[in-house]
Nanobody, 119 residues
Framework: QVQVVESGGGLAQPGGSLRLSCAASGSGLSIYDMAWYRQGPGKERELVATITRDGSSDYADSVKGRFTISRDNAKNTGSLQMNSLKPEDTAAYYC?????????????WGQGTQVTVSS
């Protein structure tokens, strides 16, 4: 059974930083693309950043230059370093992973972690 779990959310002041982590568990799994999404109050879920297995990354325009996505293939983990946070970054953040497990490739979501940016 595969589980994807996020951690690292919390409260930050404008201009501050937070680091989110994502860990996938399940014997023998392989992670292909990973991504972070977010959903703010009253908003639709939006794509924040993506990273391929070989490390190629892409970002939403709203976070370029402030957020950095990374991953560790050996540990089946990913992270999102968020700097220069703004109140509009307040949202629930979700890890998304395309995983091959027991011969089946499918997309898994974590349960989400809340990020609140406020003074």
């Amino acid at each position: 059974q595969v589980q994807v779990v996020e951690s690292g959310g919390g409260l930050a002041q404008p201009g501050g930083s937070l680091r989110l982590s994502c860990a996938a568990s399940g014997s023998g799994l392989s992670i292909y693309d990973m991504a972070w999404y977010r959903q703010g109050p009253g908003k639709e879920r939006e794509l924040v950043a993506t990273i391929t297995r070989d490390g190629s990354s892409d970002y939403a325009d709203s976070v370029k230059g402030r957020f950095t996505i990374s991953r560790d293939n050996a540990k089946n983990t990913g992270s999102l370093q968020m700097n220069s946070l703004k109140p509009e970054d307040t949202a629930a953040y979700y890890c998304n992973a395309r995983i091959l497990y027991r011969g089946v490739r499918r997309t898994y979501w974590g349960q989400g972690t809340q990020v609140t940016v406020s003074s």
